[in-house]
């Protein structure tokens, strides 16, 4: 069908350090909780933890995560590293620091508003969900709908925790990456399979989350609870 679409799912992935005693990052963590009340399953979180030059954070995983915000930072208006530090589909839009509670929903909700209500032109459909307490195996099914092909297209899956009820709902223990989708013909389905991934805890969810190659642009995301 040249004209099927589905609505988005969004991606914002927030960049904290938990470890810091002043209220920043509680704060924007609060306001992702309220955001997602509003929104519903039309957001989906990812709570990456970092180390920063004054305080380090348990939960960081510098090898894995910071690549990624480098990228990101690098790639955007500013340059400037800090916490909180909060990307809307990848380098879309970008909520950066704290000020209160309301300002960072208020400063979040003017961006997912803009784009919640645009068609989107992929599908993603996990499939061979295997998660125990040593591994995790996983695949999922990608169609391009609409009229038009699309290239280089890259899934990553990302691997959630929850630590705690309070700050710590979404934490993302692991982040894995597919290889280069060169192309994706309109109508076309594939499916794309990752490694059996190790861990130490079955995960509580999994987000699928589809992006350009350079993975500066985030299109489509799914969650799965396990």
């Known amino acids: 069908n040249p004209d099927s679409y589905q609505y988005s799912t969004i991606l914002l992935e927030a960049f904290v350090n938990t470890s810091n005693p002043f209220s920043y990052n509680e ?6 909780d309220s955001l997602k009340l509003r929104y519903g399953s039309r957001l989906v979180i990812a709570e990456y933890h970092r180390n920063t ?3 380090s954070d348990a939960l960081a995983r510098p090898s894995v995560f910071e690549p990624l915000y ?13 916490v909180p530090d909060i990307f809307i589909n990848g380098i879309t839009y970008r909520v950066q620091g704290a000020s209160s509670t309301g300002s960072v929903i208020e400063r979040l ?9 645009q068609n989107n032109h992929f599908a993603l459909e996990p499939e061979n969900i295997d998660a125990n307490s040593n591994s995790v195996s996983a695949g999922c099914k990608i169609a391009r709908l609409g009229n038009l092909p699309a290239e280089n297209l890259l899934l990553r899956l990302i691997l959630i925790d929850r ?11 692991d982040l894995q990456k597919s290889a280069i989708i060169s192309q994706l013909a309109e109508g076309e389905i594939t499916s794309v399979s990752f490694d059996t991934i190790p861990v130490n805890q ?25």
């Open 27 to 32: 704060w924007a963590l609060e306001a992702l």
């Open 53 to 55: 030059s004054q305080y």
């Open 202 to 226: 079955k995960p509580e969810r999994l987000i699928f989350s589809l992006t350009s190659s350079d993975e500066l642009i985030v299109y489509q995301n799914i969650r799965v609870d396990l």
């Open 163 to 173: 630590i705690n009820n309070n700050e710590l709902k979404r934490v993302v223990t």
């Open 70 to 82: 480098t990228k990101y930072v690098e790639n955007s208006s500013s340059t400037l590293k800090a």
């Open 109 to 117: 909700n003017a961006a997912v508003s803009k784009i919640i209500t």
